[in-house]
């Protein structure tokens, strides 16, 4: 159970970040976004790999929350790209495969969580909570 003042002070430290949404589904992609606008008050939707890291190297974000099976540059490829460019970003992935290669490859590019969908709110809040955690030390 997510305590509302846990919850509060969260949402205190998301208004503030940049998010970089990547997601193909268009269906997806708009139900999620609503959900963050619960947390984030600047986020960059894409639609692919590719666009995500195009993006990415335009502009500045403090989140990167991405799918991994996409079309034109995959999840996997755009984290590594990225990877190459800036070792620190925090990176949540969202995906419908929790097959253990999918998983094993998304960790070797140090990534700050990896959450099945459809997305649950516990899993969600503690993926940020661990990031806001992280970001304080």
């Known amino acids: 159970m997510i305590k509302q003042n846990n919850l ?7 208004k503030s970040l940049k998010l970089l949404f990547v997601e193909d589904s268009k269906e997806v992609r708009e139900q999620t976004t ?5 947390f984030f008050t600047d986020i960059t939707v894409c639609e692919n790999g590719q666009e995500g890291f195009n993006t990415f190297k335009e502009k500045s974000f403090d989140l ?6 996409m079309p034109v540059m995959s999840g996997q490829n755009m ?3 990225i990877r190459n460019l ?3 970003i925090p ?3 969202l995906s419908a495969h929790n097959e253990k290669n999918f998983i ?10 990896y959450i099945i969908k459809p997305i649950k709110m516990e899993d969600y809040v503690q993926m ?4 806001k955690t992280d970001n304080e030390k």
């Open 79 to 81: 984290i590594k790209n």
């Open 8 to 14: 509060l002070e969260l949402v205190n430290f998301t």
């Open 34 to 38: 609503k959900f963050f606008e619960n």
């Open 91 to 93: 990176i949540l992935v």
């Open 104 to 113: 094993d490859d998304a960790e070797e590019q140090n990534i700050a969580g």
């Open 128 to 131: 940020l909570t661990k990031i």
């Open 64 to 69: 990167i929350i991405t799918d991994l099976n």
């Open 86 to 88: 800036d070792k620190n």
